[in-house]
């Protein structure tokens, strides 16, 4: 029998495989509830799903078309999935207005879902993003 952390741990891995990695806008509109907040969306930017969308569809995916997520580890308790994870490919395409480097480039990711009739509700995360960008401006 499943448990419920189980079932929110497979939503997670769903949402990284079929909507980051692969761009899948079905899976998108199928895993993101319509309420869904992102507590960790920078100052300006859109906090709900089209804030979330607009980041990997026109911000890290044509930056990095060959986009893979590897999870290393998922913690899961109550209705809160936490995740470390890369997120990787090479930058052929501009990132946040850096132009391409065609280097290989990882982003490591440490966030927490809450998972709410088996679609993302909240989200909370840290990245090294800054420290990549940082990075490709050397």
Same mark, same amino acid.
């Given at each position: 029998?499943?448990?419920?952390?189980?079932?929110?741990?497979?939503?997670?891995? $769903?949402?990284? $495989?079929?909507?980051?990695?692969?761009?899948?806008?079905? +899976?998108?509109?199928?895993?993101?509830?319509?309420?869904?907040?992102?507590?960790?969306?920078?100052?300006?930017?859109?906090?709900?799903?089209?804030?979330?969308?607009?980041?990997?569809?026109?911000?890290?995916?044509?930056?990095?078309?060959?986009?893979?997520?590897?999870?290393?580890?998922?913690?899961?308790?109550?209705?809160?999935?936490?995740?470390?994870?890369?997120?990787?490919?090479?930058?052929?395409?501009?990132?946040?207005?850096?132009?391409?480097?065609?280097?290989?480039? +990882?982003?490591?990711?440490?966030?927490?879902?809450?998972?709410?009739?088996?679609?993302?509700?909240?989200?909370?995360?840290?990245?090294?993003?800054?420290?990549?960008?940082?990075?490709?401006?050397?």
């Amino acid at each position: 029998m499943e448990t419920m952390t189980e079932n929110n741990k497979e939503v997670v891995r $769903r949402f990284n $495989r079929e909507v980051i990695a692969e761009g899948n806008p079905e +899976s998108f509109n199928e895993l993101m509830d319509q309420h869904f907040i992102n507590r960790s969306a920078p100052a300006g930017m859109n906090n709900g799903p089209q804030g979330m969308n607009y980041f990997f569809n026109q911000i890290l995916r044509p930056a990095m078309p060959d986009i893979k997520v590897t999870i290393h580890h998922q913690v899961a308790e109550d209705d809160l999935v936490t995740t470390r994870k890369t997120i990787s490919g090479t930058h052929t395409g501009s990132l946040l207005g850096i132009a391409p480097s065609n280097q290989a480039i +990882s982003i490591d990711v440490i966030d927490m879902v809450r998972v709410k009739d088996g679609k993302y509700f909240e989200h909370w995360g840290i990245t090294s993003l800054p420290e990549v960008l940082a990075n490709l401006q050397k």
